[in-house]
């Protein structure tokens, strides 16, 4: 009878992909997909298919997971948001716990691309909390303690992200904190920078630029790591610096960043920069011209954005309304109504509490100016339905 491990193992065999390859394309631990490979472990249907996945094997594994003979053999329990399940027979939890910390934390960026933070963000800070307190209290095996902190470390970065984006600045300031401290306990250098570009990104958002200079300056002027990341290292930087007024390096560091990324994805690049596109770049410099004044060259660049990521609502949605917020600048009246009516129609769909604030700013200061009626009618609507959808919107103790 041919087991997950066996094909597994024949399926690498055949592939040339080693164990330490394979783990960085799912992205897994190694230590974890050698026990699947030695059918010492019963992998979830979503390890499974995204190992089909990396080895270009649809239909190959996911029939053999067997989660009943998992069951039978006592293992514990695995749910997508469910880390906290009770360990059976109270055992320390395993190399299939910390993967099924990994595995939510991928749920959760899947959710969040799709709906934003506001909804997502108190199961991240469930699943960070229960995942801590783990470690916190020494109830894991042994030789899976630098993993355990690394996955706890991902997920608590996960969750700052959300809180970010729901607005929740103090909450993402320290759960970032939290997730800096443990990347570093484990000796995770990857997530550790990606931790310091979301400080970055925060201290830009907060208008703090000096803050955000000192983050990136150290891995823009001296040891440099991949090419993406730098790249976002550079976008940060340039971000910050168009805030300070300094618009030759400013546009210098974001001019670097969008030439980096013409190269696509290598293999020194870690997995985390799959998002980090052209249009990403093309975004934060339409932003730097925002922050150094210069509305009218924003608005063609943030326009271009929006195109581009048309097929991602969420994206598109954020696109849209830091657009119109750029054409209210220059009053741009006609380009802005068809902007607003689409933004109009996509209040509550999208939950990302920072974009619904700025689009609350934006809406206010259209009241304040001799906009046509027309768009002062859609205005109007549009700041009818943002305060319904925020008074919805309860404001939990999330910590």
Known sequence: ???????????????GVGVRALS??????PGYLSKLRQDQQTPSDAMARRLEAALDAEGSLVPLTEPSSAR??????VDLFGVDLPDVNGRPVDAAYVESIRETSQALVRLDTVHGGNDVLPLALRAFRVANRKLGSGAYERPIERDLIAATGEIAEVAAWLAFDADRQEVSRQVIHEALMLSRAAGDRDMELF???????????????????????????????S?????????????????????????????????????????ADSPWTWWITDAEVLWHTGMAHAELGEWGAAVPLLRETADRRAAYQRARYNDLVHLLNALVHVADWREAEPVLGEVAAQVGEVGSTRTANLLA???????????????????????????????????????
């Open 195 to 225: 931790e310091l570009t979301h400080m970055a990104m925060q201290s830009v958002h907060l208008h703090r630029p000096a803050e955000a200079v000192r983050l990136t300056a150290d891995v823009v002027d001296g040891r440099r790591p």
């Open 72 to 77: 039978r053999r006592g293992e514990r329990p």
């Open 24 to 29: 960085r394309r799912v992205p897994c631990n």
């Open 361 to 399: 700013r934006t809406v206010g200061r259209i009241a304040r100016t001799d906009a046509p009626s027309t768009v002062a009618a859609i205005s109007d609507e549009v700041q009818r339905r943002l305060h319904q959808d925020l008074s919805r919107q309860a404001s939990p103790r999330l910590l």
């Open 1 to 15: 009878m041919t087991t997950f491990g066996r094909e597994l193992r024949r399926l690498m065999v055949e592939r």
């Open 227 to 267: 090419p993406r990341v730098t790249a976002l290292f550079d976008i940060r930087r340039g971000r910050a610096l168009a805030q300070l007024g300094d618009k030759r390096r400013a546009l210098d560091a974001l001019g670097r960043a969008r030439a980096t990324l013409k190269d696509g994805i290598t293999a």
